[in-house]
């Protein structure tokens, strides 16, 4: 290709998205000639997991600069769409409308905080960090702090923060496998890790910026396409963004037609809609405090940061950060607007799909309750006795409910193996960067420059990869346990991350005087103290204070990681002269690195 792959970005991609497109076509096609959803399902699923396999494929390097950064030459645009991939998750497309389902409008904290944490991105972290010229977060830290310990702290929080995440992500592909492949979730969890590793394995983040960007394309398109479609039924108009309010006041009077009241007996793993719709009810102080920890979040996650280590330019970094809040928001501002139609379209009596008020023998003859039902994320149960469906005996899985939607509004199969693909796209192409991130700080900062500084590329690469593989095996093993939902285990991973690791990124660039003991003391007690508040909140029969649960235990870790590092750093020596000067030139966003070896 004449000039190189780089260089024919829009006409490569241009031609996959029609390739695509044409692909939807052919199974839609199929559906009409009769062929199951079974076939549908798994057509979608072998055709994207193909296509990734085979960019990671094309992909493949030996070099340590397009292992780690990708070469540094992804395009502002491109880096923005890869890092909209690496961001929207399992939690933001499959879990957020679920979330916002059942937890009504509180929910709409993690869409401000998600967000909001780029503004943060921008203005304090991406530019300089840039500039630094670091592989990994821990690098910057260990190289900004000096000293061993204050990398060794860095990459202990990040291991942390990031497997907790991505045992997220590897639950969202056994939700989707299970479901698709009729498989039981135990199983989907090391499916999905399989197709996570074809993707990873070998190209490091050169395979997975260029898997990122068709992952991206594929999540898009399937979250809008049967959103237009289900607003367009339902008369909302082609873009509900602006008009699904009448279906907020709809759902308001049937839940004071129907109440709200809790279920008779509990259902393992499913849930009843207990939460109004637009309640203020847990908003305030309890939206406020989810939204900054998880805007914090955002700005302390290393498989984030890192995405815009991969850019040409410290200006291409900053308009990259621009670029990815772009492609994020088409979906955010869509997650709210699907959980209320989809709603909309189980509770209105004047709607075909609806399920409450009906008897229990109709319901549990609907083809897709019954399919979701066998792999045991939906159940209806008679409680009452009466034989009418009632609204807390409809039993879901929040996860389910962006899968499920186009099956609960009556669209073809052929859109449902379409959400299924994205939903695979967005939980396979996060979990790729942060398994990326963890074995990368391993291998880099724990590895090569601690254990073994004399290691030549091969064996860095090679200790990097069998550090995914093994890295992956544990993430789906605890996946498989089933020990959180996914929006759960993500707030807990943006907890430890703000906890650990915010203040001694932030101060490293706007705080000389910050030195590496302090910096050490700021990651171990920030980190330490949001662990002790959550395994007491969460396990230990603690009452939050200041109504600040679980998810939001990061309010707590991030002031006493603030506090100890300013007192610490105050109390000893100030960093040396050349340290200072470093961080005057790294606080101006333009020019030459500053590691210019890397």
């Known amino acids: 290709m004449e000039g190189g792959f780089t260089k024919n970005l829009g006409k490569v991609y241009g031609l996959y998205t029609i390739g695509f497109l044409v692909f939807f076509a052919l199974m839609a096609l199929l559906e009409r000639m009769g062929a199951s959803p079974e076939t549908i399902g798994i057509g979608f699923l072998l055709f994207t997991i193909g296509i990734y396999a085979l960019i990671g494929w094309l992909s493949r390097t030996a070099e340590v600069d397009a292992y780690y950064v990708a070469g540094r030459e992804v395009p502002a645009v491109y880096n923005g769409m890869a890092t909209a991939a690496d961001w929207m998750s399992g939690a933001s497309f499959v879990a957020l409308a679920g979330g916002v389902y059942f937890g009504g409008y509180p929910y709409l904290g993690f869409i401000v905080g998600w967000t909001g944490g780029y503004v943060l991105v921008n203005s304090l972290m991406a530019p300089y960090l840039r500039k630094f010229g670091c592989y990994t977060v821990p690098d910057f830290i260990g190289t ?15 291991v942390v923060a ?4 991505v045992t ?7 939700t989707i496998a299970a479901r698709t492949l009729g498989v039981p979730f135990e199983v989907g969890v090391y499916l999905g890790l399989l197709g996570i590793f074809i993707c990873s394995m070998l190209g490091g983040m050169r395979g997975v910026t260029w898997t990122q960007v068709a992952q991206y394309i594929v999540l898009i398109i399937a979250y809008l396409l049967p959103l237009i479609w289900m607003s367009n039924k339902l008369g909302y108009g082609i873009i509900p963004h602006f008009s699904y309010g009448e279906g907020v006041q709809r759902i308001a009077e049937l839940e004071a037609q129907y109440g709200l009241a809790p279920a ?5 793993g499913v849930r009843v809609l207990t939460t109004p719709q637009n309640s203020p009810a847990g ?14 979040g955002t700005a302390s996650l290393p498989h984030i940061l890192m995405r815009y280590f991969t850019t040409p330019s410290v200006r291409a970094a900053r308009k990259s950060v621009a670029w990815s809040l772009f492609f994020i928001l088409m979906l955010y501002l869509s997650a709210p607007a699907l959980a209320t139609l989809t709603k909309v379209n189980l509770l209105d009596p004047n709607l075909p799909t609806s399920v409450i008020g009906k008897t229990i023998e109709e319901v549990t003859n609907i083809e897709w309750v019954q399919r979701w039902s066998e792999v045991g994320m939906l ?20 996860d389910i409910v962006v899968l499920a939607t186009p099956e609960i509004a009556g669209l073809p199969y052929v859109i449902s193996g379409l959400v299924a693909a994205g939903g695979l796209a967005a939980a396979m192409s996060t979990a790729d960067g942060l398994l990326l991130a963890i074995a990368n700080a391993l291998s880099h900062d724990l590895y090569y420059s601690i254990i073994d500084p004399k290691a030549d590329t091969r064996k860095r690469l090679i200790v990097a990869r069998v550090l995914l593989i093994f890295i992956g095996l544990a993430a789906a093993f605890i996946a498989s346990l089933k020990l959180t939902g996914i929006l759960g285990a993500v707030a807990w991973a943006f907890c430890f991350a703000n906890s650990g690791l915010f203040f001694p990124l932030v101060l490293g660039v706007w705080w000389k005087r910050a030195n590496a003991a302090g910096a050490v003391a700021g990651m171990v007690v920030g980190f330490g103290v949001g662990a002790w508040y959550l395994y007491q909140v969460f396990a230990g029969g603690m009452e939050p204070w200041m109504g600040i649960d679980h998810l939001r235990f990061g309010i707590i870790g991030m002031p006493a990681s603030l506090i100890a590092m300013i007192v610490v750093s105050l109390l000893t020596p100030a960093p040396s002269q050349e340290i200072q000067d470093m961080v005057d030139e790294v606080r ?3 020019g030459k690195t500053i590691l210019g070896s890397h």
């Open 168 to 174: 997220a992500q590897i639950n969202a592909t056994g």
């Open 588 to 590: 101006i966003p333009t």
């Open 283 to 296: 908003g305030g102080w309890g939206m406020v405090t989810l939204a900054i920890a998880m805007m914090t």
């Open 144 to 158: 900004r702090y000096g000293g061993n310990l204050a990398r060794l702290c860095a990459v202990i929080v990040l």
């Open 379 to 398: 159940a209806v149960a008679d409680q009452s006795g009466d034989g009418i469906v009632q609204l807390n005996e409809f039993f879901m899985r929040p």
């Open 162 to 165: 990031s497997f907790t995440y």
């Open 264 to 268: 008779a007996e509990n259902v393992a």
